[in-house]
């Protein structure tokens, strides 16, 4: 599948411009703004909620996607459709009624998916692969960008991969497969192998001088 999302992480961007650093990305090639919100209680770190999204709304075109990294899940989902969010994904661990959410968040108007964690098992996934529109997986353990990638996620996007294709083939609708953390220039061609269709990628992209340059090289990665 020549179909590859790029989705920049802003948590790696400078706060301090933060407008700009959306902006700049996108004008070098992005396709996705990857928004992470963390509550220093699901996950060790704090960062932004949605009255960020909603002033970053504005000043793209691109689809915002929402990675909750927060516990609980269901009250803070309305918000972030009314902030602009296109996508919100959700941990598992972090719902008590995981079909509940999945529907809560389609009825908001928005792309819903689940995020699976290193050690989370993709059979979350048996009952209610009809309302997943997305499945993300960490390749670190979230709460901070710069960790390396934990090679144990390429047999799961395989298997992820085979889920997503059998349902699929059986009518099912189109699911994208995200994988975030760890992702660099030089191992993206082999994620994408795995079966990888759309690519977080924070510090390698944000610690770069030249943001089109590192996308342009990712391509030529997925292009292979
Ligand atoms: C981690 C976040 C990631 C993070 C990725 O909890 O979900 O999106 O920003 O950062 P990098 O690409 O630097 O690993
Ligand atoms: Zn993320």
Same mark, same amino acid.
């Given at each position: 599948?020549?179909?590859?999302?790029?989705?920049?992480?802003?948590?790696? /961007? #400078?706060f301090?411009?933060?407008?700009?650093?959306? $902006?700049?990305?996108i @004008?070098?090639?992005?396709? =996705?703004?990857?928004?992470?919100? %963390?509550? #220093?209680?699901?996950v +060790?770190?704090?960062t932004?909620?949605p %009255?960020?999204?909603e002033?970053? !709304? +504005?000043?793209?075109?691109?689809?915002?996607? *929402?990675?909750?990294?927060?516990?609980?899940?269901? !009250? &803070? *989902?309305?918000?972030?459709?009314? /902030?602009? @969010?296109?996508l919100?994904?959700?941990?598992?661990?972090?719902?008590?009624? &995981?079909?509940?959410t999945?529907?809560?968040?389609?009825?908001?108007?928005?792309?819903?998916?689940?995020v699976f #964690?290193?050690?989370?098992?993709?059979s979350?996934?048996?009952?209610?692969?009809?309302?997943?529109?997305? =499945?993300?997986?960490?390749?670190? #353990?979230?709460?901070f960008?710069? $960790?390396?990638?934990?090679?144990?996620?390429?047999?799961?996007?395989?298997?992820?991969?085979r889920?997503?294709?059998?349902?699929?083939?059986?009518?099912? $609708?189109?699911?994208?497969?995200? &994988?975030?953390?760890?992702?660099?220039?030089?191992?993206i061609?082999?994620?994408?192998?795995?079966? /990888?269709?759309?690519?977080?990628?924070?510090?390698? &992209?944000?610690?770069?001088?030249?943001?089109?340059?590192? =996308?342009?090289?990712? !391509?030529?990665?997925?292009?292979?």
């Open positions: 599948a020549a179909d590859f999302r790029i989705a920049p992480s802003i948590l790696s /961007a #400078n301090a411009k933060l407008g700009e650093e959306v $902006q700049a990305v @004008a070098a090639g992005a396709d =996705i703004i990857h928004f992470d919100v %963390m509550d #220093n209680h699901y +060790p770190n704090l932004i909620g %009255m960020v999204c002033a970053i !709304r +504005p000043l793209t075109q691109a689809p915002i996607d *929402v990675h909750l990294m927060v516990k609980p899940v269901d !009250r &803070i *989902v309305p918000d972030f459709a009314k /902030a602009g @969010a296109n919100i994904t959700f941990h598992p661990e972090a719902s008590d009624h &995981i079909d509940r999945l529907s809560l968040i389609r009825e908001h108007g928005c792309k819903a998916g689940l #964690n290193p050690a989370t098992p993709l979350y996934l048996d009952y209610v692969m009809d309302k997943v529109d997305m =499945i993300l997986l960490m390749s670190v #353990n979230p709460g960008g710069g $960790q390396k990638f934990i090679p144990a996620t390429l047999d799961k996007l395989r298997e992820a991969r889920r997503i294709d059998a349902h699929r083939e059986a009518g099912g $609708q189109e699911i994208w497969l995200e &994988i975030d953390g760890g992702v660099k220039v030089d191992n061609a082999e994620i994408a192998r795995a079966g /990888a269709d759309t690519f977080v990628a924070g510090s390698a &992209i944000y610690n770069t001088p030249d943001y089109a340059a590192t =996308i342009a090289a990712m !391509r030529a990665e997925l292009a292979q």
